[in-house]
């Protein structure tokens, strides 16, 4: 009697690791299964902070918007934008720079050459003479070339502003290039002017081919 006692305890002691860690895996294990509820997080460090997301509500604010206007006459940081021949193409006194602000290095003029490609030569044509694919769907207003005498004739940075607030029947392109490459983009541009027109030999991508 006293031994199968002694027999039952002696089962019982080294049953209890298997039984607990079943019940871990019970616990735990739960894999696949699905629920409502958002998982069991043991840990939750800073993971999930309040926060409010654009265009939401907010019971905090007397306007019960959730996204602030920036209060009258501050500016963000790195927003000033002081320098207007840069971010203008214009001097203290309103007038349009001739030059552009930034040097027409190899690397200027490689970029620009690749950000005209991007988003001049669809209506102005690879070299810029108003002869780009867009011409072959009956774009209503001819795309300038800027061979002519008058374009030839503009300042850095009058074309700087075209390309930043449009003209006419040009849209504007500043929200799709940043102001660097809007005068990476210039002085291509001119280099392109500077080198002419280009010949009958040059026919790559070109509305008449
Ligand atoms: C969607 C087509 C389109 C794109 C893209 C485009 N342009 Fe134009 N651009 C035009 C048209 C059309 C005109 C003529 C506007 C007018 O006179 O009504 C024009 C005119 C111009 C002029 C002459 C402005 C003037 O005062 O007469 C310049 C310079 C110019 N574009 C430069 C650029 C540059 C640089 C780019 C690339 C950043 C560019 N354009 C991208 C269509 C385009």
């Given at each position: 009697m006293r031994q199968s006692r002694d027999r039952y305890l002696a089962a019982l002691r080294c049953m209890w690791l298997p039984v607990l860690t079943g019940m871990i895996l019970v616990l735990v294990?739960?894999?696949g299964s699905q629920s409502e509820r958002p998982p069991?997080?043991?840990?939750?460090?800073?993971?999930n902070q309040p926060k409010v997301k654009a265009q939401s509500e907010s019971h905090f604010f007397a306007d019960g918007q959730a996204m602030r206007t920036p209060p009258e006459h501050t500016i963000a940081r790195g927003e000033l934008r002081e320098d207007t021949r840069l971010y203008q193409g214009r001097d203290t006194n309103g007038e349009y720079i001739t030059r552009s602000p930034l040097p027409a290095s190899s690397e200027s003029l490689n970029r620009g050459r690749e950000r005209f490609g991007i988003?001049?030569?669809?209506?102005?044509?690879d070299w810029g003479d108003g002869m780009g694919a867009i011409t072959r769907y009956k774009y209503p207003i001819p795309p300038t070339s800027i061979y002519d005498a008058r374009i030839l004739a503009m300042s850095a940075g009058e074309v700087y502003n075209v390309i930043t607030n449009g003209v006419r029947n040009m849209p504007s392109y500043k929200a799709q290039i940043p102001v660097a490459d809007r005068w990476h983009i210039v002085n291509y541009l001119r280099e392109l002017q500077r080198n002419g027109p280009p010949d009958s030999t040059q026919t790559m991508n070109r509305a008449t081919e």
């Open positions: 294990g739960c894999r069991i997080h043991l840990n939750p460090n800073m993971d988003y001049c030569t669809p209506c102005h044509g």
